[in-house]
Each structure stands twice: as structure tokens, then as C-alpha cells.
């Protein structure tokens, strides 16, 4: 054991341990470890630390850990085996999270000897450009690369267990649409993108839902739509949770809309928005081509798909309604999500709360506020 460092020294021990290379040879490296601070640890302290480190080493018990980049090991042996599992939008994410973000910083170093100072000092510096839910991302992704090198026996602590991260922004500034703004929008669309828009106003489904559409979902009896797949980059995957395999109802005027855009023949697999090829809308150009001019003409900074289904959820939260239907209706697992994320604050349901509650203390108080109309007539 010895001091290293003059501003800041601390206690570094020295010790050799046994590994594995890839072929499963045996064979003995040279490692150290930063045991504390000198003026927080005593010499003692230290020791004591450093012989708590090589107990398992010394009797025998610890299983000797494997040589293997960090780079190596996600790309050889970490990928080919995880996004088999994964949905293709999930996929996506990850590559691009481990090829721009994580093996820049950890591809050349070995697996066994990333620390979880390296891993904080990561998760430090992306913080600095990064918004707190990426970098919430990539420690979760670390979490798990990690997690799954422990069960492969790599490695036996996982690093990234316990690295700290920004607190994450309050998320209920996310933008909605205001009923005259949703009309604006819906007077500048032209089929079939109106009654798509208007199907998202209208039933909170999610983007990859409405354009994997067929017409053998759509019930024209009940006015509902059940939830039987999605649609990424054109290709049909499955819904994304079990809660997402649901019956949406809607208004009659989104079947009305429906009706009128069905073909007099089609087969009940076509899909409900399709281009003249049969095959499903290109998300990218309908929002390019389409969504934006329209937003511009209409005096709207630029919307996406997301922002509709956040609208639906904010229009239908002061309806009174169960908060149990409105997460039925939009697929989730967890009523806290639905609450905590996809409803936003609407004004005129705030000022009729806060007139009720006036009214109770003063009843003779003139009536402040005007009733909102019905969501389902926002549109009319």
C-alpha cells in the first residue's frame, strides 16, 4: 500500500490477481484500487480496507473475472443476445445510445476494471449536455449491460449500482393542443390525414396504433377500435404492453369520419390509412409533408403525434370520468403515469374548481365561471 498524489493523496493498494483471457486460459494481472482520502482515512483504516478487498482473493472463494472490452463484450456478445428480445423500437434506442454515448467512453477499457468513480464521472459529464431523462437512459442502460455480465459471469458487482443522476424535470410543461387550436389545425388537413388527426384528438391512440390501423379492428356497432398491433418504420410489431392489447371507444363523429373514408371494397386486413400501394403511411413524411405545413398555416408551432394523445388525456381528465378508463383507454400499466405525465393543466376546468370552491364558502357569490363544453363537441 502507498500515498499517491501531492494536492489531493490518497491510499492506493497494489495486489495481483488471477483472470481469464476469452479462449479461458488462466492467467495473473497486476491491479490496484484507491482505498480513501489520506486525510479522511488513516493508515490503518486503509489496511484494513485493502485487506477486506483481497479476502476472497487470498482464501480462494472469488471466481477469477473474465478480459474483455467493454466495446467487445456489448457488440460481440451483449447485443446478439439482448435485441433478439427487444422491440424494434426499443432496438433502435439502445444502438444509438451505446454507439453516440457509451463506447466512446468505456469501449477500450476492460469490463472488470471499470469502477464505479468511472461510471459517476460518466454519468457527471453527460450531465452537463445532456436532459436529465437521457442520461437517466444511459445509466439504466448501464445498469442493465452490467446486470447481464454478472449472470454471464464476467464480472461479480455491478458498477453502475448506486451512480447518482440529475433529478429528473417536472414534465407537466409538455404542450397541448387548446380546442380552437385543434380546430385551426383540423381546417388545414385534407384526407386522410384529418381523420387520422382527428382519431388521435379523439382516443388517445398511440402514433405506430393509428398507422398500423386495419379495418378489422375498426367495430362500427359499438363505435370502438380494439388495439391489436403497431406499426414501425412500416413494418407491424406488437403492441407495446399487455395493457396496450385494448378496446378504445370513440365518438361518433371519429366512426363518421371513418365511414366516410372507407372504401366500398377493401378486405379486412387493409389498412385504414394506406398509401396507393395498399401498404401503410410513412410516419416521417406524413409529419414532413403534410402535419408541419398545416401547423404553419394554421399558426402553430410545429406538433407531433405525441402532443395529440397528450391532448386527449388532458381534454378527457376534467370530464369526471374514472381515472381507470382514461388508462384503459390509453394503455397504460399504471394510473400514475396517466396522471402524472399525459394529463396537463387546462385553465377553464381550474377556474370552474376554483368557483365551486367559492361558491361553498359564499353562496350567495355571483357565478364566476362558464360551463366547458363537452370533448366531444370541441371539434364541431
Known amino acids: 500500500m502507498f500515498k499517491r498524489g501531492k494536492r489531493r493523496p490518497v491510499w492506493v493498494g497494489r495486489f495481483r490477481e488471477d483472470f481469464l483471457t476469452e479462449d479461458g486460459q488462466r492467467k495473473r494481472r497486476e491491479r490496484s484500487v484507491v482505498l480513501g482520502l489520506c486525510r479522511e482515512v488513516g493508515k490503518r483504516e486503509a489496511l484494513r480496507r485493502l485487506a477486506e478487498r483481497l479476502a476472497a482473493i487470498n482464501q480462494g472463494t472469488r471466481k477469477p473475472e473474465m478480459a474483455i472490452s467493454f466495446e467487445k463484450f456489448v457488440l460481440e456478445r451483449w447485443e446478439p443476445n ?170 361518433q363523429i371519429v366512426m363518421d369520419a371513418l365511414r366516410a373514408l372507407r372504401p366500398q371494397q377493401f378486405q379486412p386486413d387493409d389498412f385504414v390509412f394506406a398509401g396507393e400501394n395498399g401498404k401503410p403511411l410513412q410516419q416521417s413524411n406524413v409529419l414532413k409533408r403534410v402535419l408541419n405545413p398545416a401547423c404553419e398555416r394554421a399558426g402553430l408551432p410545429h406538433v407531433g403525434w405525441h402532443v395529440f394523445r397528450y391532448t386527449y388525456s388532458t381534454w378527457a381528465e376534467p370530464t369526471g370520468e374514472s381515472i381507470k378508463a382514461l388508462q384503459s383507454q390509453l394503455g397504460h400499466t399504471d394510473s400514475r403515469l396517466t396522471l402524472g405525465v399525459y394529463t396537463q393543466p387546462m385553465p377553464e376546468a381550474q377556474k370552474k374548481i376554483a368557483n365551486k370552491t367559492a361558491e361553498v364558502l359564499l353562496p350567495i357569490a355571483p357565478k364566476l365561471g362558464v360551463e366547458p363544453k363537452p370533448v366531444s363537441r370541441v371539434i364541431q
Open 82 to 251: 439482448i435485441y433478439p428480445t427487444l422491440r424494434l423500437s426499443t432496438e433502435r434506442n439502445y444502438r444509438m445510445l451505446v454507439r453516440v454515448h457509451l463506447l466512446p467512453f468505456f469501449g477500450t477499457k476492460q469490463v472488470p476494471e471499470i469502477t464505479p468513480m468511472e461510471v459517476q464521472m460518466f454519468l457527471s459529464q453527460k450531465s452537463k449536455s445532456l436532459a436529465p431523462r437521457t442520461v437517466l437512459s444511459l445509466r439504466n442502460r448501464l445498469l442493465k449491460i452490467f446486470g447481464d455480465a454478472i449472470r454471464w459471469g464476467y464480472i461479480e458487482k455491478n458498477p453502475a449500482q448506486g451512480a447518482r443522476i440529475p433529478a429528473l424535470e417536472d414534465v407537466r410543461g409538455r404542450r397541448t393542443l387548446r380546442p380552437e387550436e385543434a380546430r385551426r389545425l383540423l381546417s388545414e388537413l385534407s384526407e386522410p390525414v384529418h381523420t387520422m388527426v382527428l382519431l388521435a384528438l379523439l382516443s388517445g391512440l398511440r402514433r405506430g396504433e393509428i398507422f398500423g390501423l386495419r379495418w378489422k379492428a375498426v367495430s362500427f356497432e359499438d363505435s370502438s377500435i380494439l388495439v391489436l398491433e403497431s406499426n414501425f418504420e412500416g413494418r407491424a410489431v406488437p403492441v407495446k404492453t399487455r395493457a396496450s392489447r385494448r378496446k378504445v371507444f370513440v365518438s
